[in-house]
């Protein structure tokens, strides 16, 4: 199944990062076909997060014991009696636990001793849950809400990034407000704006979008959004809040 098993501390955080990649690809990104292959008519199903960082819907291996944990079973049963966002939700919590029953495989596997799985945990905990990117509570959790009362609220904008990202659309109000007067850009320098898409952090030599609906915002390669064609989006809208109105 495996081509290379990782061994070491830093291969293993890799392989835990590109299968982390991919659940939230499954779950953000490409949710439209992730919700349709989990049909409920089929059999039991697990969302399998793959090395190479792409993701797969698929029945259990049928090897016992399996070579790897296993991820949640039946996953698909559960899709038509709660809410969309709800049963996502459901998923990405099983999958930060599959996540991290895998991880701490390899690394009994291997012999890991005290001092080798804390410093394994350490590098996952400071990434966001899979469940965190998902229902935006990572972007809460990183990016404290702002002692300046008068920014944001004010403006009807969405906050940005610490550096004006090259990416930004500018909206009608900025244009508005932006009358001579410079708007507070800067922002809080601690708290990290991370990708609703892979929940990686903002970077100034990436290209970033912001959803004008959710206020979330993307690596343009996330969302397969390149800076010209944003000069022509009016309002964007993210693939997961495109695909809910596309369901209203």
């Known amino acids: 199944m495996e081509n290379s098993v990782p061994r070491t501390v830093e291969e293993v955080f890799s392989d835990f990062k590109s299968r982390r990649a991919a659940l939230i690809k499954a779950l953000t990104t490409d949710v439209e076909k992730f919700y349709q292959q989990c049909d409920p008519e089929k059999e039991n199903l697990c969302l399998y997060g793959l090395p190479n960082e792409t993701w797969e819907v698929n029945l259990p291996v049928e090897e016992v014991p399996p070579e790897l944990p296993e991820p949640a079973l039946g996953i698909n049963f559960a899709r038509d009696g709660m809410q969309e966002k709800d049963w996502l939700s459901l998923v990405a919590v099983h999958s930060d636990s599959w996540l991290l029953s895998v991880a701490f495989y390899f690394g009994a596997r291997f012999g ?3 001092s080798e799985r804390k410093r394994l945990f350490q590098m996952i905990n400071d990434l966001p849950t899979v469940f965190e990117v998902v229902t935006g509570a990572a972007k809460q959790t990183r990016d404290p809400p702002h002692n300046n009362s008068n920014k944001s609220k004010s403006s009807g904008k969405p906050r940005q990034p610490e550096s004006q990202l090259k ?11 932006d009358s001579g007067e410079e708007e507070e850009e800067e922002e809080d320098e601690q708290g990290a704006t991370l990708c609703g898409a892979c929940g990686d952090n903002y970077a100034t030599d990436e290209f970033w979008i912001c959803c004008d609906i959710c206020e979330r915002w993307f690596h343009g390669k996330c969302v397969k959004i390149t800076p010209a064609k944003a000069e022509h989006i009016k309002q964007y809208k993210c693939p997961s809040c495109s695909s809910k109105r596309a369901k209203v």
């Open 112 to 114: 890991f001793g005290k």
């Open 167 to 177: 990416a930004v659309k500018v909206s009608p109000s900025k244009m508005e407000n």
